[in-house]
């Protein structure tokens, strides 16, 4: 039942008038209604005769979002009214639906009582940004001549007026909020923002709403119609094509299999670490703004408990893109969200499972989600984890091999029974479902990832067409990640470095689980982890979690921890191989024995791993038994042994069974258990060679995005225990530098930025200075996100070397006065500067002032440069050059480049190119705005990258590189972020050619 004492009437002052409106007293104090009715001053709230004045609670700002609370102190504090959601997953009606609202037609102060019902299977013609607007239709009789006219309930001709806000209750559950007529259903509808809008808010903002509304676990809110519940059609699994028992018992195996965490077997015992005992949730943040958006596992959860059928969304269903560093947990989290998900689908189901896996999903469900500070998943969904490294490999063989086809081909191979891609597609149609697209960064080959690429866009091709709910997590780390999936359609979050109190909780968990039974061990331990994470030389050694389990690991056994990342595996390896090496046993002594052969043979093994994963249809780099034995008899063979199989073989099943950092994998392989284990053995690999072999190596990888660890790898050894190659190594990178792309893109100060990162030089003083020095020819590129890891970097090394600080200050004040390219970036990194915390704070905020100050006299190109960078990278910092923009047009980046000046004599050889390489390089447009101060905002319309494959042939003429080099330097100032994209594609371009074939030295033909 709805009390009619809830109904209030508001009044408010607004455009020059009073105005009234509708709201439901919901909650304690508490009044609910619309965003739009919030507009203006004065507000008060009508109870019967009693008015009071109200005050804002929690608003939307959203048009989209139709939703205000108000806060009325002067009114008695009532009982909250239960809200709940609406299901639209198929077609139904909620009867008994109910408005009391305050429409003009009543004349006065007179409250109407409006009877209906609710189509699920509809929505309005009108719709709200992002989220679908329902319709209430009337049942109860209106009074004649009162029409339903089109558009706002607020307009002067309607006889609404003043319904705008009336709460819409179904059996006493507050379910929406009235908004607008319904377009084409004519009289006796409107229009109402559903509740669940809510769940489409930031954090922050629905928690505040929720409050309230006295709603306490928005999770747990009930859903109408209930009589269609899941439950009452067989379960998640009932109905569908009858494969959902098939689905089932795949989805119990996996459940129970997928238990360890790698690296958990390693480190003194063989005690293995459960994902459920130590998992956290990985702290993620905003790509763009480098704002704090909580936890991945939390955010994706969130994400999922919105429906996303394209028919009820006015947006695209938007996926989600998890970008992280080496051993942040890209795949652990993966793994942990299917694990949930999985978990969840056996609550309420009629199905037995065994206890044990009754008990992990108990686990999963309790004590981990209270850790990831998440509720279970209120949407039930279908977790399909997808390895991209092993996708790619299939669609080597089958380029029209789909992802339904995959899928449905993994579990016939491995479950009871066959599943056809009919019947996933019927799954598909009827069942929410939760693509997790693991590794894309492990395919590293131009041809496969683009064959990838295509593969997920005819997926999500496929959901639109079957009006599927799915949502798509992709992972993949941020080296070598260039937009490949734009913004309109995909949210972008970066996975942040772990603080250090988030870092020592971890540890403490891997901690308490291994030495559950030894209170001194914790406490030595614990003592010895907490000194590390207060030592700000270690800070970034223990920023992800794989970091965090080898510092501990290595803790158990060492007093002073490691203090590079070099030096971490490598302390980490030799504490493994001594374990195996000290134990009383025949393998101990064959341990012993060929101490030598099994460094060489893992470091064999992660090189050629290393080349294999770079080639196209070899992503999943892995070796067969017999190959890793064919491996081991080759380095003895080069050792000058003969007819020694029968040792090779024994090196082999030490270096998998003994030593464990190689491990069985299905389908009778064997790789490394972790990718950072392979690229430091591969780093290894390298570094042992003659010193004339490691310079030219490092040189030939030093633009690769796929060895670019292993190439930190191996500099860091180098100057650890060849410290005399230092200045080679940054020099050979230089001369390097040759090609028109190579010298403008300064791959070395990329490199120099990466090594400062990693600290390679912190006890090195000279190098760091001259790491420093070539990390800045980084201003002199247009601004982008490599920029904020060079403002750590920078900031780091100057509170270690004075010299630097002069360095850096000279530079940034030669940039800033010459108000060209380098001055935009040179502001953006004061910008950066000035929001953070140090020495060049305070020096950073007096330059962003003189900045403003000149501005009003520097030429129109300048100023347009520095309020397109308040634009396009929005800092706090740089607020103060943002400016309001109106007169916005397009105009394609190949129109931009045509019209730009040019040699005579190229001017016709560069014209046949850039029709030539236009469509592909240049795609996209502008969106140029005119701001108050004349200045001219540029934005790209489209910043994907094109198909980088399709570059290969026109960009391997030195002719189309010159005209290419000669568009990009004539860009004009004021268009930097054109230079910035042609830049970014030219840079992945070169990134992303493969470069194993010129190794020196890596003869693995045999096998």
Not at 274 to 296: F, N, Y
Not at 315 to 326: A, H, K, N, T
Not at 336 to 351: D, H, S, W
Request: hydrophobic letters at 45%; proline letters at 4%; aromatic letters at 6%.
């Amino acid at each position: 039942m709805l009390e009619t004492e809830r109904a209030v009437l508001l009044r408010r002052f607004h455009g020059g008038s009073w105005r009234r409106g509708s709201g439901l007293w919901v909650n304690g104090h508490y009044v609910l209604t619309a965003d739009h009715c919030v507009d203006g001053a004065d507000h008060h709230v009508i109870v019967g005769k009693d008015q009071f004045p109200a005050k804002l609670l929690v608003r939307t700002r959203n048009v989209g979002i139709d939703l205000a609370v108000f806060e009325v102190p002067g009114l008695r504090a009532l009982e909250p009214m239960p809200c709940a959601r609406i299901d639209l997953s198929y077609a139904s009606k909620l009867d008994d639906c109910r408005v009391l609202a305050f429409p003009l037609w009543k004349k006065q102060r007179g409250r109407a009582q409006l009877d209906g019902y609710v189509p699920t299977g509809e929505l309005s013609g009108l719709r709200g940004h992002g989220v679908p607007l329902l319709t209430f239709k009337f049942t109860s009789p209106l009074p004649q001549g009162v029409p339903s006219p089109a558009g706002s309930l607020e307009q002067q001709d309607s006889p609404w007026q003043g319904a705008s806000g009336g709460v819409v209750v179904h059996r006493g559950h507050v379910i929406g909020v009235l908004r607008n007529h319904a377009l084409s259903e004519g009289d006796g509808s409107l229009t109402f923002t559903p509740i669940s809008a809510i769940d489409r808010l930031d954090p922050q903002l629905r928690q505040r709403f929720w409050l309230g509304l006295g709603v306490g676990e928005a999770s747990a809110l009930p859903t109408f119609p209930e009589s269609k519940a899941l439950s009452d059609r067989g379960g998640f699994f009932g109905g569908a094509a009858g494969i959902g028992p098939i689905i089932r018992g795949q989805l119990a195996d996996d459940l129970s299999d997928s238990t360890t965490v790698d690296l958990g077997h390693a480190g003194g015992t063989d005690q293995k670490l459960t994902l459920t005992a130590i998992a956290i949730d990985l702290p993620i943040q905003a790509l763009e703004d480098g704002d704090d958006a909580g936890g991945a596992a939390a955010y994706v959860i969130a994400r999922g408990d919105q429906h996303s059928r394209p028919s009820r969304m006015v947006e695209d269903p938007r996926s989600i893109v998890v970008l992280g560093g080496p051993g942040q947990g890209k795949t652990t989290l993966a793994q942990l969200l299917c694990q949930i998900y999985r978990a969840a689908l056996f609550v309420g189901e009629k199905t037995r499972i065994t206890p044990e896996a009754r008990a992990l999903r108990d686990e999963l469900l309790g004590g981990v989600l209270d850790r990831l500070d998440s509720q279970a998943p209120a949407v039930k969904r279908w977790p399909v984890y997808i390895s991209l490294d092993a996708y790619a490999d299939r669609l080597a063989d089958n380029p029209d091999l789909h992802l339904i086809r995959y899928v449905s081909d993994r579990i016939s191979r491995r479950a009871t029974g066959s599943i056809t891609v009919e019947d996933l597609t019927l799954w598909l149609e009827q069942r929410p479902w939760l693509v997790v697209l693991d590794g894309f960064d492990e395919v590293s080959d131009r041809h496969a990832r683009e064959a990838v690429m295509r593969q997920i866009v005819k997926f999500r091709a496929r959901v639109f067409d079957r009006d599927a709910d799915v949502l798509i997590v992709i992972t993949s780390r941020e080296q070598g990640y260039g937009n490949e999936f734009d913004s309109d359609r995909y949210d972008v979050v970066k996975l942040r470095s772990l603080w250090p109190d988030e870092a020592l909780a971890y540890a403490e968990r891997i901690i308490a689980v291994r030495h559950s039974g030894d209170l001194d061990q914790q406490d030595k331990v614990t003592s010895r982890v907490t000194r590390a994470v207060r030592d700000d030389q270690l800070v970034r050694l223990i920023g992800t979690p794989l970091q965090v389990t080898i510092m501990t690991l290595l803790l158990e056994k060492l007093p002073v921890p490691p203090r590079n990342r070099y030096a971490l595996f490598r302390e980490y390896y030799e504490i493994v191989f001594n374990r195996e090496k000290q134990k009383n046993s025949t393998d101990a002594r064959l341990i012993f024995a060929h101490a030598s052969h099994l460094h060489a043979l893992h470091e064999r093994a992660g090189m050629l791993l290393q080349m294999r994963s770079e080639q196209q249809g070899s992503a999943e780099a892995a070796l067969s038994t017999v190959q890793l034995q064919e491996l081991a008899a080759n380095l003895l063979r080069s050792l000058g042994y003969s007819g020694d199989d029968e040792v090779a073989e024994e090196l082999a099943r030490l270096a998998v069974d003994r030593l464990a950092l190689l491990t069985d994998r299905p389908g009778n392989s064997i790789a490394f258990v972790v990718r950072s284990l392979q690229e430091f053995m591969a780093a290894r690999w390298i570094t042992n060679r003659p010193d004339a072999d490691v310079i030219a190596n490092l040189t030939i990888l030093a633009a690769s995005a796929h060895w670019r660890d292993t190439w930190l790898l191996a500099a860091a050894r180098v100057v650890d225990e060849k410290p005399y190659l230092g200045d080679s190594v940054l020099n050979a990178v230089r001369t390097a530098e040759t090609g028109y792309f190579e010298y403008r893109l300064r791959s070395s100060a990329h490199l120099a930025m990466d090594l400062l990162w990693e600290r390679v030089a912190d006890k090195v003083p000279v190098l760091e200075k001259l790491l420093v020095r070539e990390a800045l020819h980084l201003i002199r590129q247009p601004p982008g996100l490599h920029l904020r890891t060079l403002a750590d970097v920078i900031a780091d090394a100057i509170t270690r070397t004075s010299e630097v600080s002069v360095m850096v200050d000279a530079e940034i004040e030669s940039d800033l006065g010459a108000k060209g390219l380098s001055a935009v970036s040179a502001l953006m990194l004061c910008g950066l500067w000035a929001i953070q915390s140090g020495p060049l704070v305070g020096r950073s905020r007096i330059r962003l002032n003189r900045v403003l100050a000149d501005l009003e006299t520097a030429d129109t190109e300048y100023r347009s440069a520095v309020v397109t960078l308040a634009a396009v990278h929005p800092l706090s910092s740089l607020r103060v050059f943002a400016h309001e923009v109106d007169d916005e047009k397009l105009l394609t980046i190949s129109e931009l480049c045509g019209s730009l000046p040019r040699s005579a004599a190229s001017i016709e050889e560069t014209d046949r190119i850039l029709e030539h390489v236009s469509k592909i390089l240049f795609a996209g447009e502008m969106q140029l705005s005119r701001a108050m101060d004349g200045s001219t905002v540029v934005r790209l319309e489209s910043s994907a990258v094109p198909d980088l494959a399709s570059l290969d042939v026109a960009l391997r003429d030195s002719r189309v590189q010159a005209a290419v080099a000669e568009i990009l330097d004539q860009i004009p100032l004021a268009y930097w972020p054109v230079a910035a994209f042609i830049r970014r594609v030219l840079g992945l371009w070169l990134e992303r050619r493969p470069v194993s074939d010129q190794i020196v030295g890596a003869d693995f033909t045999c096998l």
